[in-house]
């Protein structure tokens, strides 16, 4: 009895580890600013850094030396690194034109993949990506500050609720004074003041958050019509892409007005959604105004921030891709959602280029 009892306890401990084994992750690319994150959650254990591609030796070395990483980490090719290390995922940190160059090669390999925001710089290139993701069952996630926000999901609750009615007035502001007026570094720098590595400038920098939540709040819908116009402020800066840019998203029964800027006087993130009932405003990602009620004055609510994993995208990743988290469909992070996110970029870029409103079909 007491071997067999031994013998239980240690399957059952075996099983245990086995499921809370970390997820072996490999970065694709150095060069976005955001790649320091994962360098910097030495406290957290739900992934395992096993591979690291980055073409550019000096900023390899650069990243070696500041984080101390072994030298057997290093690739200067994707698919070689790939088939060494064998990753269950990959995070892409390159330029957004290169994500699909990442796709390309981890699906057949069955890997799964994230991305920073948006998932990609054309639309043929997004739905090149579905079909490789479906074919190949894996998921390709996309990575957005805005979807780790509390205040967010508030809002968002609320809808489902029915206390804001239905959506007539969404404003979505995004942005900072510049990348190189705060100091990105030079390869980050390089990729948002490239139009074709980054799609456009603030458009497609700060653009997509707006794109992407209020894809999210109309479950999916398209919008009718797509009108953007954009300018440069700092053509002595910014000579190849706009630093400003508002897009105006037309639905039958809804409007959203997104205001991406490389010009607004402090950072911001903030979303305001108005119904037919009462509106929401997050503020930031904890706080929320909101006036549900005529007679009834405005409230500020102060939210705790969202529950691993969801305040940090790699323990998110590890969630999906061991099978603990399933997202829904709708989910800010998945596909559908970002699939149009990308079509709403492309459209605003096209009519900010004609001056004539796009619509879509």
């Given at each position: 009895?007491?071997?067999?009892?031994?013998?239980?306890?240690?399957?059952?401990?075996?099983?245990?580890?086995?499921?809370?084994?970390?997820?072996?992750?490999?970065?694709?690319?150095?060069?976005?600013?955001?790649?320091?994150?994962?360098?910097?959650?030495?406290?957290?254990?739900?992934?395992?850094?096993?591979?690291?591609?980055?073409?550019?030796?000096?900023?390899?070395?650069?990243?070696?030396?500041?984080?101390?990483?072994?030298?057997?980490?290093?690739?200067?090719?994707?698919?070689?690194?790939?088939?060494?290390?064998?990753?269950?995922?990959?995070?892409?940190?390159?330029?957004?034109?290169?994500?699909?160059?990442?796709?390309?090669?981890?699906?057949?390999?069955?890997?799964?993949?994230?991305?920073?925001?948006?998932?990609?710089?054309?639309?043929?290139?997004?739905?090149?990506?579905?079909?490789?993701?479906?074919?190949?069952?894996?998921q390709v996630l996309t990575n957005f500050e805005t979807s780790w926000y509390?205040?967010?999901?508030?809002?968002?609750?609320?809808?489902?609720?029915?206390?804001?009615?239905?959506?007539?007035?969404?404003?979505?502001?995004?942005?900072?004074?510049?990348?190189?007026?705060?100091?990105?570094?030079?390869?980050?720098?390089?990729?948002?003041?490239?139009?074709?590595?980054?799609?456009?400038?603030?458009?497609?920098?700060?653009?997509?958050?707006?794109?992407?939540?209020?894809?999210?709040?109309?479950?999916?819908?398209?919008?009718?019509?797509?009108?953007?116009?954009?300018?440069?402020?700092?053509?002595?800066?910014?000579?190849?892409?706009?630093?400003?840019?508002?897009?105006?998203?037309?639905?039958?029964?809804?409007?959203?007005?997104?205001?991406?800027?490389?010009?607004?006087?402090?950072?911001?993130?903030?979303?305001?959604?108005?119904?037919?009932?009462?509106?929401?405003?997050?503020?930031?990602?904890?706080?929320?105004?909101?006036?549900?009620?005529?007679?009834?004055?405005?409230?500020?609510?102060?939210?705790?921030?969202?529950?691993?994993?969801?305040?940090?995208?790699?323990?998110?990743?590890?969630?999906?891709?061991?099978?603990?988290?399933?997202?829904?469909?709708?989910?800010?992070?998945?596909?559908?959602?970002?699939?149009?996110?990308?079509?709403?970029?492309?459209?605003?870029?096209?009519?900010?280029?004609?001056?004539?409103?796009?619509?879509?079909?």
């Amino acid at each position: 009895m007491k071997l067999y009892l031994f013998t239980l306890l240690c399957f059952m401990v075996f099983i245990q580890s086995f499921a809370q084994a970390p997820v072996k992750v490999a970065v694709a690319g150095l060069s976005h600013g955001h790649v320091d994150w994962i360098f910097n959650r030495t406290d957290k254990k739900d992934i395992l850094l096993v591979g690291i591609y980055e073409p550019n030796q000096a900023l390899a070395e650069k990243y070696a030396k500041r984080y101390k990483l072994e030298a057997k980490l290093f690739f200067t090719d994707l698919p070689k690194m790939l088939d060494a290390v064998k990753p269950q995922a990959v995070s892409a940190f390159g330029a957004i034109s290169e994500h699909i160059t990442v796709v390309r090669a981890c699906a057949p390999r069955k890997i799964h993949v994230m991305v920073e925001k948006p998932l990609a710089t054309t639309l043929a290139d997004a739905k090149e990506i579905k079909v490789l993701a479906e074919k190949n069952n894996i998921q390709v996630l996309t990575n957005f500050e805005t979807s780790w926000y509390a205040s967010n999901q508030h809002v968002n609750s609320l809808l489902n609720q029915g206390k804001l009615g239905e959506i007539r007035k969404v404003m979505v502001n995004d942005g900072h004074q510049g990348p190189q007026e705060i100091g990105v570094s030079k390869e980050f720098l390089e990729i948002l003041t490239d139009p074709a590595k980054n799609g456009a400038g603030t458009l497609v920098d700060f653009g997509c958050y707006g794109a992407n939540l209020m894809t999210w709040l109309m479950r999916g819908e398209r919008p009718t019509s797509v009108t953007a116009v954009t300018h440069q402020n700092k053509p002595n800066i910014y000579q190849k892409v706009d630093d400003e840019a508002t897009i105006i998203l037309q639905y039958p029964k809804a409007q959203c007005i997104i205001q991406g800027s490389w010009n607004w006087t402090f950072a911001r993130k903030d979303m305001e959604v108005y119904g037919d009932k009462g509106y929401a405003i997050a503020v930031n990602n904890t706080t929320v105004r909101q006036r549900l009620e005529e007679k009834s004055p405005e409230t500020t609510l102060k939210l705790d921030p969202r529950p691993e994993p969801y305040t940090d995208p790699f323990s998110l990743l590890a969630a999906v891709v061991s099978g603990r988290l399933k997202l829904d469909k709708n989910d800010l992070y998945e596909l559908p959602i970002n699939i149009t996110a990308v079509e709403i970029l492309e459209a605003a870029k096209k009519s900010a280029r004609t001056n004539k409103t796009v619509f879509l079909k």
